[in-house]
């Protein structure tokens, strides 16, 4: 099966400009989560979305928000971007809600400037 | 809520020495625990898992337990190789307020010298 891909890979825009970042999961993977990695917050939970519906949010403010299509396919928004925000945001799939491991993609490398 | 927290960073070792990254928690159920690697450039993978109290997990020659009794969850290798050198994370996972998201430690970066 193919991994978890992330398009773009890198990024940089402008502060107060808006970006979306795309995820493909697992074939067959309903969960999609999102984390923001940075060196001085270490690994961040955003949201998780499963069958289209956000089921959990992260302590984020609203101009981050996501979503998820029919196929599993998610979506991420940034808006009124913050030179903060420069990070790796990673996506992570797995089967079905519950405990179970987290499959992560290579991850979107967003600077802003 | 659920915590994991683990050693500082980096551990810096040679070649064919013995690691240990210590890693203990704090969950209000009976967690499932984690370890996941990150090479540079990469997102993270799983390394290996255990799901009850005194399962041992393993993979690629890293083992940890997991120890009910003292909350812990150490990696060790025996013997590592330069390809080792990657960041590494602890987390777990429980059914806590119905949420599964997993909770990560801020990861110890292992470095190792030829």
């Known amino acids: 099966k193919a991994g978890v891909t992330q398009t773009p890979r890198y990024l940089i825009k402008t502060r107060g400009q808006q970006v979306t970042l795309s995820c493909s999961p697992i074939?067959?993977?309903?969960?999609v989560s999102w984390y923001q990695q940075t060196p001085g917050q270490g690994l961040q939970f955003l949201f998780e979305?499963?069958?289209?519906?956000?089921?959990n949010k992260g302590n984020f403010p609203g101009r981050f928000s996501g979503r998820q299509f029919s196929n599993s396919r998610s979506e991420m928004n940034v808006s009124t971007l913050e030179l903060g925000d420069s990070a790796l945001y990673l996506c992570?799939?797995?089967?079905?809600?519950?405990?179970?491991?987290?499959?992560f993609g290579p991850g979107t490398r967003l600077t802003v400037t | 809520g659920n915590s994991v927290t683990q050693m500082e960073g980096p551990v810096t070792l040679s070649e064919e020495a013995f690691l240990t990254i210590n890693c203990t928690y704090t969950?209000?159920?009976?967690?499932?625990l984690f370890w996941y690697v990150q090479y540079p450039g990469e997102g993270l993978q799983l390394l290996l898992k255990?799901?009850?109290?005194?399962d041992k997990g393993s993979n690629k020659g890293f083992e940890a337990t997991y120890r009910k009794e003292t909350t812990s969850f150490h990696l060790e290798k025996g013997s590592v190789q330069v390809s080792d050198s990657a960041v590494y994370f602890c987390?777990?996972?429980?059914?806590?307020?119905?949420?599964?998201?997993?909770?990560f430690g801020r990861g110890t970066s292992l470095i190792v010298h030829p």
């Open positions: 992570a799939s797995r089967p079905e809600q519950g405990i179970y491991e987290q499959y």
């Open positions: 074939s067959g993977h309903r969960s």
């Open positions: 979305y499963f069958s289209e519906t956000q089921r």
């Open positions: 255990a799901t009850k109290a005194d």
């Open positions: 987390a777990l996972s429980d059914s806590s307020g119905g949420s599964y998201i997993p909770t």
């Open positions: 969950a209000t159920g009976y967690p499932s």
